[in-house]
Structure formats: C-alpha cells, structure tokens
C-alpha cells in the first residue's frame, strides 16, 4: 500500500561523522538476559511468562509452541543451481517488491547493504543459556530488501499492557514470515538470500528500512512510515541478486519531531529525550536511553512483558484511513499546518494514552488480580 512519498538523495538523519558497527551483544534485550541490569531483571525477562501469548511468540520452555523460533533453522538454505540470469535489475526489483508484497509485506524498499549495519558479533536473542553468543557475523551480501508489517491500531493503544504487547508479538510472527518466505523465493532464483527477523537477524532493522525508503527515524527512535507512523515492525532479507535500490524519503518526520515531545512526555522510564538532536554514533538524532527502557519492561511482569507507549501516544499512529493520508501530506508542507495537527491529536486523541480495557482473558486494569484466564468446561 505504500502511499506516494518525496524521494531525498540523502537520509534525513544527518551523518556527521565515523560511523562504527554496532555488537549485538550491546542490545538491551541480551544485556538483560545475561544480567547487565543486575538479578532481579534478569530473572524477570528470561522467566516464564504468565501470558500465554509471551509463550507462542517468543522462546520460552516450550519451543514447539513458538512458531517463530522454529523458522531460525531455515532463515537461509541451499541454492536453485539454475540460477535466472538477471538482465533488468528494475524489473527485477520490482518483481522482488510484488512477491514480498504477496508474501504479506506491506511495505518494502530496497537498498544497497551498508556493512555498518551488520552486527560485529551475534548476540543473545535465545539459546542465552547455553553460551551461543559471540560469534563474528560476515554478511557479504550487496542488497538488502527492508519489509515492515503493521500492528493493529485497536490493540496498540493501551501500552503498556498484554493486549498492545500480543499485537507487538504478531507483528514479529507476520514479518519473520514474510523474511523467511522472501529469502527463499530468492534462493529458489539461484541467489543468495537469507531472511532477518526477530530472533535470528545479523543486520539492524531501521537503519536499513530509513535508507530503503520506508520512513525516517523519529524522536522515540522508531520508524516512522507516511502509511502507519511509528506503528511498525520490520525485517529484512539480504541478498546478491541484482537490484535498484530506493532512495530514502523526507515525509516531515525530523520537523514535527522538533516541534513534538509527546513520546517523551508519556515515556514511563523516562528515557526519551526531550529537546534537540545530538551526535551519537557519528549521527545526528533524538537518542533513546535504551537501559532505561529495558529496565522499566521488566518492571512489572504481571500487567506486560514490554512497552509501547511511545509508539502508542504518536501522533503518527492513526489506521491509514483518508484523513491520516491528507495529514501526513501536510506534515512536511507547512509549520502552521503541523501545529493546528498536534492540537488536532491532542483534543481528538488525548495528550496521555487510553487506559487499558478488557480483552480476552486480559484484566490488567484490575490492581489486586490483574491477570486470569478462566477455562470453563
Ligand atoms: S510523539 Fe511526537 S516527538 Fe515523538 S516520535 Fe511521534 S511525532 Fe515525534
Ligand atoms: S517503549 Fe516505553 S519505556 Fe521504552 S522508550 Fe517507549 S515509552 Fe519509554
């Protein structure tokens, strides 16, 4: 569905200076596995879950209940030998783009590889226990195909809670699906292709999807998309088959940003800056203090398993209805237009995010018994 976008030669989130890879060790998800934040988190995020949703989207003591991480083993697998010689890398692209977008993808770009965004090291993202980090990743390919799903906007508004934290866990399962599928339709061409998806991914998901044209990178550090905002995730699948690569795209999301704090005003862990960009990493942009958040995840293991609320209380986060396409033409058109929008969301949707509701078997809105699943037979 992707909606017409303003093509940039360049990203928007200025490179400044030396840029360095990034160990996938260093992300907050394996810090807390392995108890960079100390015992009590680490005995939070890698015990079992009460959600039953916790357990089939992500690996827990069960592994044939997590469909997902039965995909790990086949991100990558043998070659076609009769490899389709590729004449036209547009036409190319542009069938890679329609078999990804009926696969699922909803939205897709390609661009050239950047070696910065392949992990130095493999991190922990399961199997934490039995030591299998470490490992230098090598990732030679040239192309990497960037493909984001939506989650539901109906489920995401009450963040954090389970209910937000199923459609997050979705997402995950529908976009490792469409990696998996994509890598192999390639490898099924004659080339090389292996799928990234939670869980089993060597590349960084929003530097690629930014320069592939997908969105920009906001305040609250996620992708935004013009068609679904910050209310996205992502994989990607690397490849040599010939391609053209997308450029980047400039939909107005460093403007509102600047003229924005709705992220960080509503961040519980307080870990969204306020203010202007910095320079971190050679980049300049809006960092997120990725520590904090991840400690606030863990904070309470019987109302969520992790949080969105920034992503929730966006004002990019609306279903892609007519009136969110005719906003987000605005956005990066006119500075009045952006201030009568964040008064708009701010009447409209409310400056704090909605309070959790029912749904299923979820009571997270109940202090003294907030979760019970009841099987009546
Ligand atoms: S809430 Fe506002 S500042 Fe935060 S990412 Fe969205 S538009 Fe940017
Ligand atoms: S996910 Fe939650 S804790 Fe983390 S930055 Fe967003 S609002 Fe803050």
New binding site residues.
């Given amino acids: 569905m992707n909606w017409p976008k303003r093509h940039v030669d360049e990203v928007t989130t200025r490179v400044v200076g030396k840029m360095e890879r990034f160990d996938q060790r260093d992300i907050p998800h394996t810090k807390a596995a392995i108890g960079s934040y100390g015992d009590k988190v680490q005995e939070r995020w890698t015990s079992e879950s009460v959600d039953p949703f916790r357990r089939i989207f992500y690996p827990e003591k069960r592994p044939r209940n997590s469909p997902i991480r039965s995909w790990v083993g086949v991100a990558d697998g043998p070659l076609n030998p009769e490899r389709v010689e590729v004449e036209n890398p547009r036409r190319m692209s542009e069938l890679i783009k329609e078999v990804a977008l009926f696969l699922g993808a909803e939205l897709v770009g390609i661009c050239e590889l950047d070696q910065t965004f392949v992990y130095t090291k493999k991190g922990l993202r399961i199997d934490f226990h039995k030591g299998r980090d470490g490992q230098e990743v090598k990732l030679p390919h040239r192309f990497a195909i960037s493909c984001g799903q939506q989650m539901g906007y109906k489920h995401f508004r009450y963040s954090p809670s389970f209910i937000d934290n199923a459609e997050v866990g979705l997402g995950y399962l529908e976009s490792g699906k469409v990696a998996v599928a994509l890598a192999a339709y390639i490898r099924e061409l004659g080339w090389p292709a292996k799928a990234h998806f939670h869980m089993a991914e060597e590349v960084m998901h929003v530097p690629i999807a930014v320069q592939a044209g997908l969105g920009e990178l ?3 550090g ?1 992708l ?1 998309s013009r068609e679904f905002g ?1 209310r996205m995730r992502l994989s990607t699948v690397t490849t040599d088959l010939p391609l053209a690569p997308d450029k980047p795209v400039d939909l107005g ?1 460093q403007k ?2 600047a003229e ?5 005003v509503n961040c519980p862990a307080q870990a ?1 800056p306020f203010g202007a960009k910095v320079v971190t990493n050679g980049i300049e942009r809006w960092q997120v203090d990725n520590d904090k958040c991840m400690v606030y995840w863990t904070a309470n293991r019987a109302k969520w398993n992790d949080c969105g609320r ?1 992503i929730a ?4 986060n609306k279903p892609p209805t007519w009136w969110h396409r005719a906003a987000s033409w605005v956005v990066p058109r006119s500075r009045l237009g952006r201030k009568l929008l964040l008064l708009l969301d701010d009447l409209m949707n409310g400056v704090k995010p909605k309070p959790a509701q029912e749904w299923l078997y979820y009571k997270v809105n109940t202090p003294e018994k907030v979760y019970e699943l009841k099987v009546v037979r």
């Fill in positions: 906001a305040r609250n996620s935004i910050p999301v509102l940003c924005c704090d709705k992220c960080a969204i920034c209380v966006c004002p990019w």
